[in-house]
């Protein structure tokens, strides 16, 4: 694996000669870190392992709060931030507007019944609307 990350990075680097600085200090290693959490999923794949990754849309609603923009989009990257933060947990999204949280995470690290926990501790009464 190591070698064919090696290959790409050559290949990058020498596109990035003819790119501008920006896009081989921001767009480049924004790349790798994304191409890393796809390898670990390629690999559990090529290795027989079960792909445990679920989806999860939950409705979390404030149980304090008015629901102004400010306190609406603090609110939302502190959520996100806070299950972003679990151990198994690949992504998050937070619409701070309308409560609607979408989350992946993967089943044999982490259940749903921590991520929601994690969720009615910073105060947000917690809906599941669908799982995939």
Known sequence: MSSLIDALWAGLTQLGEYLSAHVVTCLIPAFFIAFKKESKK???FALG???????????????????????ADLGADNLRHAICRLS?????????????????????????????????????????????
């Open 42 to 44: 390629m690999q559990a």
């Open 88 to 132: 198994g947990v690949s992504k998050a999204k937070v619409d701070g507007i309308t409560g609607k949280v979408t989350i992946e995470y993967d089943t044999q690290k982490i259940n749903l019944s921590k991520i929601t926990e994690r969720i009615e501790k910073l105060g947000y009464q917690v809906e599941i609307l669908s799982r995939e």
């Open 49 to 71: 392992e079960p792909m445990t990754i679920e989806k999860v849309i939950l409705n979390a609603s404030k149980i304090d709060c008015t629901g102004c923009r400010t306190c």
